[in-house]
């Protein structure tokens, strides 16, 4: 069974960083992509940044420039660096990862940005 181990939420300051890592683990592990999605209440979880084994990346428009996701070829762990971090990228952050039709969820960090 894969499971998804993410770390690195925390707080920061309107303008500031953080980096979020997720690491998947399993027996006989296979995983296509890797990615985060975000949620807040009242709100659909909603893709943040993901990338293919290949290293092919997609972000929301609401994150282009400002975040970047990065992936070692061989490995199974995924990071996150959130620059120029808003208010409004406050939320619970979570890795999702997968292959065909298996998709994976990991338990979400919570991301704060004060203004």
């Known amino acids: 069974q894969v499971q998804l181990v993410e770390s690195g939420g925390g707080m920061a300051q309107s303008g500031g960083s953080l980096r979020l890592s997720c690491t998947a683990t399993g027996s006989g592990i296979r995983i296509a992509y890797m990615g985060w999605y975000r949620q807040t209440p009242g709100k659909e979880r909603e893709l943040v940044a993901s990338?293919?084994?290949?290293?092919?990346?997609t972000y929301a428009d609401f994150v282009k420039g400002r975040f970047t996701i990065s992936k070692v070829n061989g490995e199974n762990t995924v990071w996150l660096q959130m620059n120029s971090l808003k208010p409004e990228d406050t939320a619970v952050y979570y890795c999702n990862a997968g292959r065909y039709v298996d998709d994976y969820w990991g338990k979400g960090t919570l991301v704060t940005v004060s203004s």
């Open positions: 990338v293919t084994i290949s290293g092919a990346a």
